[in-house]
């Protein structure tokens, strides 16, 4: 068949050159910022994570977040054992009670410094979860 048809079509722009680009570009907009031309490093562009994860029900809960995100991005189900590998992101490898207060604390109290941390976690997380072959071939 034609580059266009069925049934290799959505799969044709996957190669060794389009796959580098775009874990770059998921780590530009997830993480480093999206530089643009002559922009000052830090400026540009970048997902707002803080967003995302209110949309996701109950931030508070690391395994919600988790769920969420993986229902959005990829088009298959994604077994538990990811999901919790996924979930260490945000847990730090403690048990699911940590997220919890982390979110909670920063919430009654959201000083730089709590901020910067949950920041980090979410960013992680986002892009961990962007590079992976699931969600590059949904």
Not at 39 to 66: H, N, R, T
Not at 110 to 129: G, N, Q, S
Request: net charge negative; aromatic share 14%.
């Amino acid at each position: 068949p034609a580059y266009y048809q069925e049934p290799a079509y959505h799969e044709l722009w996957i190669n060794a050159d389009t796959l580098q680009k775009r874990i770059k570009f998921i780590g530009d907009l997830s993480v480093d910022h999206l530089q643009l031309d002559e922009m000052a490093y830090g400026k540009g562009a970048l997902i707002d994570v803080f967003k995302i994860v209110e949309w996701a029900g109950d931030p508070s809960d690391s395994m919600q977040i988790v769920e969420a995100w993986c229902d959005w991005f990829y088009a298959i189900d994604i077994n538990a054992e990811v999901k919790h590998v996924m979930q260490r992101f945000l847990t730090g490898g403690l048990e699911d009670f940590v997220w919890t207060n982390e979110w909670i604390e920063w919430k009654n109290n959201p000083t730089e410094d709590k901020t910067k941390a949950i920041e980090v976690k979410l960013r992680t997380l986002l892009k961990y979860m962007l590079s992976m072959a699931e969600y590059q071939l949904s």
